[in-house]
């Protein structure tokens, strides 16, 4: 299919709400499993948003590369790494609000960096504990709060998207909970006051078990949980990382 000219007017208003050209995102958790199978699926054609990850890895997976000769320069497409640690909240803080200074503008946040440990709830540790949320839950707040207040800064509004867990709402044996309260009630508080500054809407994603690499490491340790969390799915199999795309592409529109 032939593309329109940068310039050339779209015949009705609804698929330019679709364009994202020239505008700046940032993913946590994009060098590889979920943040990076959403970031691909973005870049199925060629960027003209400005895309920034963030991870704790020295270097993204190899697919991270292939997709970064998908950005089209032309056209102000970029695609960057920056390694951080989401636990490191003011670094993170610090990062966040440097790339929108810089864009002048952020309209979209995907926090999809997050771990799991599959551990019988008797036998967590107060450490483990700890981990799990200054991971699955701090650094996703902060992830937030940071974003937000850039979007209020620039008065660009723009879309939050908080990944969680199917544990969040039904018991999940071997699971991993990725507490979910604070993520549901930040989409009121992050409403502005000022009518001038464009809405932000924050939306929380909760998918079932999804076969990722820290998933595969899992199986490699415990075999038996293959078996089990795919029996947990309601449709009987284990989901691939690319079936929800689509609502993470629906939810870049700002």
């Known amino acids: 299919m032939a593309r329109l000219p ?4 779209v015949g009705s208003k609804q698929f330019a709400d679709f364009d994202l050209g020239g505008k700046t995102f940032i993913v946590t958790g994009g060098a ?5 199978h959403w970031l691909r699926g973005w870049l199925k054609q060629e960027v003209e948003e400005s895309v920034y990850c963030i991870d704790i890895a020295e270097e993204p997976d190899e697919e991270w590369k292939v997709a970064q000769k998908r950005v089209n320069p032309a056209w102000g497409g970029r695609l960057e790494y920056r390694q951080q640690d989401v636990c490191d909240t003011e670094n993170l803080s610090r990062i966040i609000e440097e790339t929108a200074d810089e864009n002048q503008q952020l ?3 995907i926090a999809a960096a997050g771990v799991n440990q599959v551990t019988p709830a008797i036998e967590y540790s107060a450490q483990d504990a700890s981990k799990l949320l200054a991971i699955n839950l701090t650094a996703v707040l902060e992830t937030a709060s940071s974003a937000a207040k850039m979007m209020i800064k620039y008065k660009c509004g723009g879309s939050i998207c908080l990944i969680a867990s199917m544990s969040d709402f039904v018991q999940c044996l071997q699971g991993c909970p990725y507490p979910v309260g604070e993520k549901l009630s930040y989409g009121v508080e992050s409403c502005p006051k000022d009518e001038s500054t464009p809405g932000i809407r924050v939306n929380c994603i909760s998918p079932g078990h999804i076969i990722t690499p820290m998933v595969e490491e899992n199986f490699r340790q415990q075999p038996e949980l293959k078996d ?8 009987g199999r284990l989901a691939r990382p690319d079936e929800l795309k689509g609502c993470i592409v629906s939810l870049k529109q700002c």
Do not use: F, S, T, Y
Not at 228 to 235: I, Q, S
């Open 228 to 235: 089990l969390w795919r029996k947990e799915n309601m449709m």
């Open 32 to 36: 590889r499993g979920l943040g990076l």
């Open 6 to 9: 940068k310039n050339e007017e």
């Open 107 to 109: 309209n979209g946040v």
